[in-house]
């Protein structure tokens, strides 16, 4: 009989081999898993932004200038009593538009008459003075040439005939005095416009001079509207002229559109009439005036009014529509695009304001594009799907640069220069 002898066996060393298997397996899973982290997915490529493109050009472009405004008549008188009386009655509704040699008031008549009566009657008596003066100058002449008479005597009878003819001169300058005195009691507008309320009421006493006044009539077609220009616009007008950066008409024939308080334009046009030549010592500014036709009676004296003045040109000038300009934290920008289509930022100094656009100073080249829809979702280097924009409409003079004032000889404005410069690229303003 073989007797085996029996080993024991360490505790667990038999399960070895299936316990490492598994801690390997777990491992290689951890990895795979962390391999698997680490790479990230790709992310689907951003679609082309839809813009609105523009080609810069230059062009001329009729400007309008724009100013507050007051109106004046263009004609107004001081009704005044000529002679002092009574007040019989005012003739006229206060504030309404009066005819030349329309009656107004009417003053106590009777003492003017009488005055007139006495002067009449002087010069009767004159007159027949006269007449005897004449009657004894004629007999008087033959008497003294055949020595009946003496020198003296036909002298005395000339002078006699020549002082009666100086008193019937005088009194005949006496009879017109009265019957003007009289015709002062009849007090008629010496022109066609709206008259003022009165200042005298009937059966009031009036005199000649200040308490002779009566109302004032106001002529209100054509009228005048007046607006001031400043030393500093008037020169600034001037260099820009001079650098072919601003354009007048020619004889300064610029027409004049005036609009109301409420929008509405008086249908009227009217023309600069007058450029005061020096400057007022209290406003630091002349004097412009238009005179316009005021066939609809809108304007009244003194009213407050924008002026248009139209006929300035800004040649070979250089618009971009507003939208397209952005504004960074220091300046202006715009979107340029270069010739791979990708967009890039650049700072420009802009002019005044036309209608929805906006005069390019400087910054930007001729021929070059930009972004004018969509620009605020534009970035640096993003590719664009471009479609080109209709350029800036033809302006018919109707669009109001911002800050205006009318010619360096006759009128003002507050434009900014026209010039495009060189490229100016810039990061993000």
């Known amino acids: ?19 490492l298997g598994l801690r390997i397996a777990c491992l290689a899973g951890g990895l795979a898993l962390l391999a698997g982290c680490d790479e990230k997915p790709v992310a689907p490529a951003r679609p082309p932004i839809e813009v609105t493109a523009m080609t810069l050009a230059a062009r001329d472009t009729p400007v309008t200038l724009e100013f507050v405004a007051q109106t004046e008549s263009s004609r107004e008188v001081e009704i005044r009593a000529r002679v002092a ?50 009657a004894d100058l004629v007999r008087v002449r033959p008497l003294v040439k055949i ?52 200042k005298q009421q009937d059966g009031s006493y009036v005199t000649p001079g200040e308490a002779g006044l009566l109302t004032y009539v106001s002529q209100v077609d054509p009228m005048y509207v007046n607006f001031s220009l400043s030393e500093n616009e008037m020169l600034k007008y001037r260099n820009e002229i ?43 500014t002349f004097l412009i005036r238009a005179e316009l036709a005021n066939s609809k009676g809108l304007l009244r ?50 002019g005044d304001w036309h209608g929805d656009d906006w005069f390019v100073s400087q910054g930007l080249r001729l021929g070059e594009r930009i972004v004018v ?5 534009v970035a640096p280097g993003l590719q664009l799907k471009i479609v080109e924009a209709s350029p800036p409409a033809e302006s018919a003079g109707d669009a109001s640069d911002s800050q205006s004032p009318v010619a360096a000889e006759a009128l003002p404005s507050q434009q900014e220069r026209m010039k495009v410069g060189p490229s100016d690229k810039g990061s993000a303003p």
């Open 301 to 350: 004296p003194g009213q407050f009014v924008r002026a248009h003045v139209k006929g300035a040109i800004r040649p070979n000038a250089v618009l971009v529509p507003q939208r397209a300009v952005l504004q960074g934290p220091r300046s202006h920008y715009v979107w340029v695009i270069d010739n791979d289509g990708k967009p890039e930022q650049r700072v420009v100094e802009m």
């Open 85 to 134: 009386g009574f007040l019989d009655k005012r003739l006229y509704n206060e504030g309404e538009l009066v005819k030349a040699g329309q009656v107004l008031f009417q003053m106590d008549r009777k003492p003017f008459e009488a005055a007139l009566q006495s002067a009449q009657g002087q010069l009767a008596q004159q007159q027949a003075l006269l007449e005897m003066a004449r």
């Open 373 to 377: 829809d969509g620009a605020i979702r």
């Open 242 to 284: 001079a650098a072919n950066q601003l354009r007048f008409p020619p004889n300064n024939a610029f027409e004049v559109e005036v609009v109301l308080a409420d929008g509405s334009v008086v249908p009227d046009r009217g023309r600069l009439s007058f450029a005061d030549f020096s400057f007022s010592e209290s406003t630091g």
């Open 147 to 198: 020595g009946a008479l003496s020198k003296k005597s036909l002298d005395d009878a000339i002078g006699n005939e020549r002082q009666a003819q100086a008193a019937v001169l005088s009194a005949e300058g006496l009879v017109r005095t009265a019957q003007i005195n009289l015709g002062y009691t009849t007090i008629a507008s010496p022109l066609t416009g709206v008259s003022s309320f009165a």
């Open 1 to 19: 009989m073989i007797t085996r002898s029996f080993r024991p066996t360490r505790p667990g060393f038999g399960r070895l081999p299936s316990r």
